[in-house]
């Protein structure tokens, strides 16, 4: 079946339109890094296809205590214009150069696993994501917009818009772990931001990519970790913890079996980089 209409539109009321008309027989591109592959190589069909990048949606912008990253903001452009330490190590993971001037923050939420290398960052940065349709908006913690099935939580009328960053205010590990020399996907992917007083760790965030069907916080892990001493038995404790939750993608690059034993091993390296003096506060 051949595109029978491409539409570029450039406000977001009509954008909002086309999605309300077509629902789910259009498809959407950011970026295009994703969906132009699946059209190409003949797994989707689309009837009607929306290019997203004439919104005006590729913004960074600070203000309120929070960073507002629009939906098409590029992997090159968060490299240019942002300086938050987890987020440019995220974009610059983040596929090789061709990709990254493409490929979007907004369109990276959607990536199937072990895709998904700045949402799992933006996950540990307990971002928001700001979805629209015709009749008004809706924001909502990002660590929610994933279902356990694996899909996300947006209907076939609504499109994301923004999502948004508070203020980080604990030290960040970010560690990508790949089969061969990046670019290369992920085997599994470490976001960490951590808060540590008194010798005593205060507020932990830890977010795996490569641990499930979609970017994944691991609180039973946190939870070993939060009001202790950061030492090697608790750290190992809470590695064990992740591994035992996890329940990674089998694919060509890695079996579930070698996914969990790296998640035990990247979890347990990536929280002992907090032990370093330099990183406690
Ligand atoms: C060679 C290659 C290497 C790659 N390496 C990596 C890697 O190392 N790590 C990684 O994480 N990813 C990687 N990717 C995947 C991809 O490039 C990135 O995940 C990128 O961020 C996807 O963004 P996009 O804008 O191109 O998505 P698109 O292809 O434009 O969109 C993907 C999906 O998201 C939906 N979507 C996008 N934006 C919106 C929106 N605003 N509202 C509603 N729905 C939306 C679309 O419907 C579509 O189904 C790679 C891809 C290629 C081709």
Redesign the pocket.
């Known amino acids: 079946m051949a595109v029978e209409a491409y539409y570029r539109p450039t406000t977001l009321e009509d954008a909002l339109d086309l999605t309300a008309e077509y629902t789910s027989s259009i498809?959407?591109?950011?970026?295009?890094?994703?969906?132009?592959?699946?059209i190409n190589e003949g797994h989707k069909f689309p009837r009607y296809v929306m290019d997203?990048r004439e919104l005006d949606?590729d913004y960074a912008e600070e203000g309120d205590g929070y960073l507002s990253l629009g939906?098409?903001l590029?992997?090159a452009q968060v490299l240019d214009q942002i300086d938050e330490p987890m987020l440019q190590k995220a974009a610059r993971?983040?596929?090789?150069w061709?990709?990254r001037n493409?490929?979007?923050?907004?369109?990276?939420?959607?990536?199937p696993p072990p895709?998904?290398?700045?949402?799992v960052a933006l996950l540990a940065l307990d971002a928001d994501v700001t979805?629209r349709n015709r009749d008004g908006d809706r924001r909502i913690p990002l660590s929610d917009f994933y279902t356990t099935s694996g899909e996300?939580a947006?209907n076939s009328d609504?499109?994301?818009?923004e999502i948004r960053i508070p203020t980080v205010e604990g030290q960040t590990v970010y560690m990508?772990y790949t089969r061969s020399q990046?670019?290369?996907?992920?085997i599994v992917t470490v976001a960490v931001n951590l808060q540590y007083r008194d010798d005593t760790v205060t507020d932990v965030c830890i977010c795996l990519?490569g641990a499930g069907s979609h970017p994944m916080r691991m609180r039973n892990a946190e939870e070993i970790l939060l009001g202790s001493e950061l030492d090697e038995p608790i750290l190992n404790r809470a590695a064990d913890v992740a591994a035992k939750t996890a329940d990674p993608p089998e694919d060509a690059i890695a079996s579930k079996w070698y996914r969990r034993k790296m998640v035990r091993h990247h979890v347990s390296n990536a929280l002992d980089q907090f032990t370093n003096a330099e990183n406690k506060q």
């Open positions: 498809e959407i591109i950011s970026g295009g890094t994703i969906t132009m592959a699946e997203l949606l939906a098409t590029t992997m993971h983040t596929g090789g061709a990709v493409m490929g979007t923050v907004g369109g990276n939420l959607f990536a895709l998904g290398d700045f949402a979805i996300q947006i609504e499109l994301v818009t990508k990046e670019p290369a996907p992920s990519n």
